[in-house]
Nanobody, 116 residues
Framework: QVQLVESGGGLVQPGGSLRLSCATS????????MSWYRQAPGKVRELVAT????????AYEDSVKGRFTISRDNAKNTLYLQANSLKPEDAAVYYC?????????WGQGTQVTVSS
């Protein structure tokens, strides 16, 4: 059974940092590209960052470029998102995602709240 389990969210002040993690199981993590998405209340889910299976290439949504870094540890089957210089507009539920066996798979999400 494919599982994605996010963690690391929380309440942070504007300008602060968080490191999100996504622990995976049930598929060959090292052979799959991975992504982080986020969804704020009343808004559509949006792609934040993507990384290829071997970490050779990454891509970011424009508003997080230079502030967020996606990475992965294939030995630990874990995906990360380092989020720095957080802004109130970054507040959302953050989800990790992959496509395996033709299906999109989502975790349960981790809440990020940015507030003073």
């Amino acid at each position: 059974q494919v599982q994605l389990v996010e963690s690391g969210g929380g309440l942070v002040q504007p300008g602060g940092s968080l490191r999100l993690s996504c622990a995976t199981s049930g598929f060959t993590f090292s052979r799959h590209a991975m992504s982080w998405y986020r969804q704020a209340p009343g808004k559509v889910r949006e792609l934040v960052a993507t990384i290829t299976s071997n970490s050779a290439s990454t891509a970011y949504e424009d508003s997080v470029k230079g502030r967020f870094t996606i990475s992965r540890d294939n030995a630990k089957n874990t995906l990360y998102l380092q989020a720095n210089s957080l802004k109130p507009e970054d507040a959302a539920v953050y989800y990790c995602n992959t496509i395996t066996r033709g299906f999109g798979v989502w975790g349960q999400g981790t809440q990020v709240t940015v507030s003073s």
